[in-house]
């Protein structure tokens, strides 16, 4: 405090209201910052590189994990606290109840996962839902299809229609980028979309197991409805779109860009974490 208002008041006059020597200020001064201070002020600048690359959405627990990843050796209190210190803060998670109706499960069709979102090779289980991205020019729907094992968001489609050629496209690009023959269960709710004659026809084509949830259970694809829920809070909810082709393009580079990224760097160094809820 002495030093920052040195130029507006009496240093001698500072010291006698603070109860603070002469020599002690002045010790102070020339004193070097100990080896602590410098390491605080090495994390610190690295940990404001982190929240700028993540576009601000990085908490202190998820600023930890990419520390560590990194190779630094901090504590999760010690990043909370520097980043208190900083007055930096991640995207806090916001809660949204909504209820959608469910359609009739096809005679064929259980629900294969059962809420065990794990799984010990990739391509064998994947989980597929639909969101709404809100814009001036009106709904924006996205499709995606997930892999259990890594979190990767293997395939996903985008239209203005929330029909089932949107599902479709979504599993298709899935399967562009599987290498594996074996088969995949694939999981989702009952929407319309999923239920249907074709998408149904479509799955058991490719050698697709089909996979529902159970009536009025937002868990039993619970995986699914995390990731959309990190989306917005990361990207979409801090956004205002004028039109569909700007949510396009935003949502296209954080999928590509920045989550998968992320999880491909996870999957990389074997710190692969299941279930697929974060």
Known sequence: MIERCRDAFPIT?????????????????????????????????????LHTESDGVFGSPRMYDELRYLGESCSLNRVARLMQSARLAGIPTRTQWRKRPSSIRPDHVSNHLKRDFTAQQANT???TDITYIRTAEGW?????????????VVGWSMSQRMEKQLVVQAVLMALWQKQSAGNVVLHSDRGSQYTSHEYQLFLSTHGIVSS??????????AAAESFFGVLKRERVNRKRYMTRGEARSDIFDYIERFYNQRKKRQLNSGNIHQPALN
Not at 16 to 32: A, F, M, N, T
């Open 140 to 152: 924006l729907y996205l499709a995606v299809v997930i892999d259990l094992y890594s979190s990767l």
């Open 13 to 49: 006059m500072m010291c006698r209201l603070l109860k603070v020597s002469h020599s002690g200020y002045y010790d102070w001064r020339i004193r070097q910052p100990s080896n602590r201070a410098q390491d605080n002020s090495r994390l610190l600048r690295r940990i404001h590189a």
């Open 212 to 221: 529902m949830s159970a009536v009025g259970s937002c868990y039993d694809n």
């Open 125 to 127: 289980k994947w989980v």
